[in-house]
């Protein structure tokens, strides 16, 4: 087993995660077979309950983990799917520990932090290695060294360096080399103090990633050599990039890639990036641009969306067009006259999903303006829902149609729990999660956009469509076009209108720089399309 191992200093949020990731593709690049764990200190079992102003997006796996948004970038950056055992929290580790506790499995000795704890973070690493059958694992240590919530796996991964041996370990440090003062001077003792704690626990890092907003100068390079013991060759600079997809090709042109192959006695085979390379080209052509209304209650924190985000940048990358995100805040909408006119100047609009009675009116709002104005649409898990519900509203002319999840005793329940949440009463890991089949009618909108008829896409919901109003639906112009194989439907879709298509599912998750998902390219099109009409191009002056 060979491991990488990626840690942070100075702050948080630096880019462990893209740095993670651009090993990971370095490597795959060079045909070596790699997977990724990610390592989250805190004490929930997993990302499910928490507010996505904490931590983000909750990313979903296949299996219905819900998991750190880290692994979204790790799945987009290999162009493969992780599962549940990829994402090691405090919280599994503890309870695992435990129940093996309560089990006996301990043979009455007494359970201590070391060896049983960090035993059993070492062992959940192995097995990740063994059932993927991976040449590389590379493992995320989410938070900062010094954070009394990270020793035990920091302890747990300097005791598997001994373990492994010379040749099967590197430690790869991410730390912040600010720039300060009038003059843009680099400081180096941020890194210098945040490898002197790495090294106090027993680690002794072998490549650093320095962060900034700018190049390092050779000099800054050599000092950081010197104070922190580690090769120049392996003092690697990170700045800023205008898009997360140019990291590894930065890695790559400091020779990062060749020095981890003879760290880790790996054959250095000649990269493969045409395809990174294609795709970055045309993302960078911008022969058009389009303004894309993002309608959510989270839009503070853009990390809320993240999947959305990378789902437009990889349309971007196939199509050349310039896709600007405009932010509203569903919150705010309704009283701001301003937004609602900038909104009905956009040239498509999203509604993703969401949980709770916070915001939705301005959803509501905003899909009435899509639908009555032609604007490309797509909703999403709730975004879908609230489609249904102004659809009910403002059509169907039934007022108080609404989700029960917000008026439990609505007369026209458009949208109500799912029968099989009714009797759970513990909030994390029971939704409806991970990926399930959906059929598509053949013929459909939705057909098209994928040229296929039968799906796996991703959920996390608990509410979903009330079948009973379908026909009264469809007699009006919106039709279920997808369905879950127990009946549940999984999208409506307008007739007569550019785009108008709602899904239950997640499609953001499985998109790939590679790989646009078909419904985001979809709606960048018709929003082109809509440009287009609305802005012809004048004809040429005769004798011109």
Known sequence: MKVIVVSGGVISGLGKGITTSSLGRLLKARGIAVTILKIDPYLNVDAGTMNPYQHGEVFVLDDGTEADLDLGNYERFLGQSVNGAHNLTTGKIYRAVIEKERRGDYLGNTVQIIPHVTGEIKRTIREVAQSSGAEVVLVEVGGTVGDIESMPFLEALRELSYEVGEGHMAFVHTTLVPFVGPVGE???????????????IGIRPTMIVARGPAPLSSDIKAKISLFCDVTPEAVISVPDQAIIYEVPLVLEAQGVGAYLCRLLELPDREPDYRAWKEFLATYRRESATVEVAVVGKYTDLRDAYLSHIEAFHHVQGRLGASVKLTWYDSEDLPRNPGAIARLKRSDAVLVPGGFGSRGIEGKIQSIQIAREQGLPFLGVCYGFQMAAVEFARNVLHLPAANTTEVDPHTPDPVVCLLEDQRAVSELGGTMRLGAQRVTVTPG?????????????????HRFEINPSYLKRFAEKGLTATAFSVDGRVEALELSGHPFFVGVQYHPEFLSRPEAPHPLYLELVRAALVRQEVRSPVPAPTPGA
Not at 186 to 200: G, N
Not at 444 to 460: C, N, P
């Open 444 to 460: 459909s909108k939705v057909a098209q956009v994928y040229g296929k008829t039968e799906l796996w896409e991703r959920h996390r």
């Open 186 to 200: 680099a400081k180096t003792k941020p890194t210098q103090h945040s490898v002197r704690e790495l090294r106090a």
